[in-house]
Structures are given as C-alpha cells and as structure tokens.
Antibody, heavy 118, light 112 residues
C-alpha cells in the first residue's frame, strides 16, 4: 500500500537550517509529482512547493521562495525539503503529499513538526 | 494567486441532518480541458488531511456516498446528506488550476 513517512523535524534556532525527508513506498515514486504542505499550530493548510517527476521542475510559495529547496532521489524513493534561514513563522507540521495529476493530493504523510525558536 | 473563500467557518450539525459548505474562488477554476481544478479535503482531529472530492465532484475511493461535490467556475459546494459523528473535522477546499496552489481557510464541522 502507498505509504509516505516524513522525518527530520525538530527544534531549530532562527536563521539555522533543517532538512526534511519523506520516504515513499508502495508505488512507483519516480512517476509522481510530489508536494510539501505545512500547517502552523492551530492554523489552516499552506502549500509550500512542488517537484515534478522531472526533477528539474520545481515551484515554491512566495513565503519560502529563495529559502527552501525541494529535491528528490528517485533511486531511494525519497523526497527532501531543505529549509534555510528559518524564521519563527516557519513553525509548522510539514506534510508531503503525492500528486497523481490534476493537482490532486491523493496520499499524505503523517507530518513532521518543525519548531523554530531560540 | 487565487484566493479561496469558504463559508461558514464553523458548522455545528445535529447527527442525521444535512450540511453544506461553500467555497468561492477569486478566479474561475475551469480548465480548458473541461475540468474544474477544485478539490475537497477533510482533516479529522489529530490526523493528516484526506482527499474527499476531486475535480469538483468526483468522490475519492472509499468516501461514503453521503458526500457530494458540485459547482463550476468560481462557486463550489460540498454537501453531506446526513452527518455522522465520524464526519467531524476541518474541511478544506483547494484550487490546483495554478501552479501555486491555495487552500480555503477551512470549515470546522462539529456535532451538536
């Protein structure tokens, strides 16, 4: 069955970096676009970015553009989110989601919590 | 970016009664291919979001038929014909017409 498992969250100081991973299984990872979505404590969902199955194509929300970078290793069925210059407002649960087409997110991971605090 | 506006933001419902959530977009979500790029998700308490309805009206696999989606262009509606206790949570609409995806604010459904 399809499974997405995020990891790498934790507490980090403002201005520092963190890399999240999303391990995929149960499907042919290389043929799907993958997204990151985040949810600040008690708030709604915010799209972070996407990487298409063509690894060179990526897009980001304005709130993270220039600071965050999405990558993938299709040989290891893993999605990454490199987060640099972290700010307090980046504190959130970060979800990865599979996108089979039409922008539909049909499977989501359980999320990993990132807390940016001094 | 396309702005998604949901109403109401809070929805208390008696079990067995119907419920309806509205979602409006600042631009038409109708693609030239004829599909509306509007999807609905439910986030149950303590869980990740789950897909309910795709492309405006297509129920996802395993979603009970008491859930239905309708609408086109800029106005969409999610309806629950008879609310059950397991339907509590926050419902989000999401547009995927543009590469920059946006969500509605969410509608919290509670049982009276």
């Amino acid at each position: 069955q399809v499974r997405l498992v995020e990891s790498g969250g934790g507490v980090v100081q403002p201005g520092r970096s963190l890399r999240l991973s999303c391990a995929a299984s149960g499907f042919t990872f290389s043929t799907y676009s993958m997204h990151w979505v985040r949810q600040a404590p008690g708030k709604g969902l915010e799209w972070v970015g996407v990487i298409w199955y063509e690894e060179s194509d990526k897009e980001y929300a304005d709130s993270v553009k220039g600071r965050f970078a999405i990558s993938r290793d299709n040989s290891k069925n893993t999605l990454f989110l490199q987060m640099n210059s972290l700010r307090a407002e980046d504190t959130a649960v970060y979800y990865c989601a599979r996108a089979p087409g039409y922008g539909i997110f049909d499977y989501w991971g359980q999320g990993t919590l990132v807390t940016v605090s001094s | 970016d396309i702005v998604m506006t949901q109403s109401p933001l809070s929805l208390p419902v008696t079990p067995g009664e119907p419920a309806s959530i509205s979602c409006r977009s600042s631009q038409s979500l109708l693609h030239k291919n004829g599909f509306n790029y509007l999807h609905w998700y439910l986030q149950k308490p303590g869980q990740s979001p789950q897909l309910l309805i795709s492309l405006g009206s297509n129920r996802a696999s395993g979603v009970p038929d008491r859930f239905s989606g309708s609408g086109s262009g800029t106005d969409f509606t999610l309806k629950i014909s008879r609310v059950e206790a397991e339907d509590v949570g926050v419902y989000y609409c999401m547009q995927a017409l543009q590469t920059v995806i946006t969500f509605g604010q969410g509608t919290r459904l509670d049982i009276k």
